[in-house]
């Protein structure tokens, strides 16, 4: 009994271990996709990009600092928060660093799965 209680234990704790070190990288570079207001078609913005490496992001000639454990932006006069997932980043609102838009922004990753089905379904602007 001790024994399967100590195999569950060490099973458990190898998940925790695994999941923990499966984190998918930020690294590469985002163009932004969203909705038309006017007309609700979905696009794909290859001019509006960022560039993420290790913990610099660059918006056009602007750098930036991205601290992945708080989840947050680091402009050097304020934190913006932001959420990942699958290859989508979206920048939260509140002051955004980006053209000090008010709202969220979102962005895909480069030869993400995402990335992949915008090209074949949003218009695409370069």
Known sequence: MKKKILGILT???SLFLLIGCSSESLDG???EFGKFSNTGELYLDKEEKIVIQGK???VDDESYK????????DSGRFEVPYS???GVLTIKGTGSIYFGNAEDMTFVK?????YK????EAKVLE
């Open 84 to 86: 990942y997932e699958d």
């Open 110 to 114: 480069k030869d993400s799965p995402k």
């Open 29 to 31: 570079t985002y163009y």
């Open 66 to 73: 991205i601290d992945t454990e708080k989840e947050m932006i």
């Open 117 to 120: 089905e915008l090209l074949k």
């Open 56 to 58: 610099d992001i660059s």
């Open 11 to 13: 099973l458990v704790a």
